[in-house]
């Protein structure tokens, strides 16, 4: 009988070897493209192809997130290397059946953000120039905004945020009330007459304490807030 070395156990005819199975090391720099790179990727495949084809579908997929301004979808198309003809000719396409309509976006635009953000007229149409409008649709969509409702929005503003004020020193609350609409874009001179108001409204008079909050010079009213 051959002999069997010692500490070594037998095996039998069914018995393999154990095996274990490594996984692959990643390779430097390879990760997989995350959701936006495969877009930008097949977009730019798409363009290259078929430009106008992709020129459309990047406009559709925009204004199907949010209404969009003829020079925001102008840029993004650029951006995706759709020559500059082809974005003319399919944005004009568009503007034809009334899906670009810069006047109605900068319309709703002043609608949604006055009585939404309590954003002055200064301030809406910084946010149009911001976005390509051009200066006749801004100041079209301002003039639709009663200066009056300016002031009234002007007025809620101080009155929803005056009580946090409370308690502390005057020049401190006149400071964060004027703040407070000069961040909302209104003019000094309107700033200065809402918050003396406000203040007297609770029996304090500024000027009693020693604050001037006289009216400030018209004159920064007066000025084309189009930006034309």
């Known amino acids: 009988m051959p002999s ?20 692959p090391l990643p390779v430097s720099g390879a990760a997989p493209p995350s959701a936006s790179e495969s877009a930008q990727l097949s977009a730019s495949g798409s363009a290259a192809a078929d430009p106008e084809a992709a020129a459309r ?68 149409a910084a946010e149009l120039r911001q976005r390509g409008v051009a200066a006749d649709n801004i100041q079209a969509a301002l003039d639709r905004l009663d200066p009056e409702q300016e002031v009234a929005t002007a007025r809620a503003l101080v009155a929803r945020r005056i009580a946090a004020t409370s308690g502390q020193p005057l020049p401190a609350r006149i400071r964060r009330l004027m703040g407070l609409l000069a961040r909302k874009g209104y003019p ?41």
């Open 4 to 23: 069997r070395k010692r500490g070594t156990a037998a095996r039998g005819p069914g018995d393999r070897p154990e095996l274990r199975l490594v996984p």
């Open 57 to 124: 579908e990047v406009c559709l997929r925009m204004l199907t997130a949010a209404p969009r301004t003829r020079a925001q979808l102008y840029s993004a198309l650029s951006r995706r290397g759709v020559p500059d003809e082809t974005a003319e000719a399919v944005l004009g396409r568009f503007a034809e059946v009334g899906l670009i309509d810069d006047a109605m976006f900068a319309a709703s635009w002043v609608e949604s953000r006055h009585h939404g953000r309590g954003l002055s007229a200064r301030a809406l």
């Open 188 to 228: 000094q001179a309107l700033a200065y007459r809402v918050v003396r108001e406000a203040l007297e409204q609770e029996g304090i008079d500024p000027a009693g304490a020693g604050i001037d909050l006289s009216d400030a010079p018209e004159s920064d009213q007066d000025e084309d807030i189009s930006g034309g």
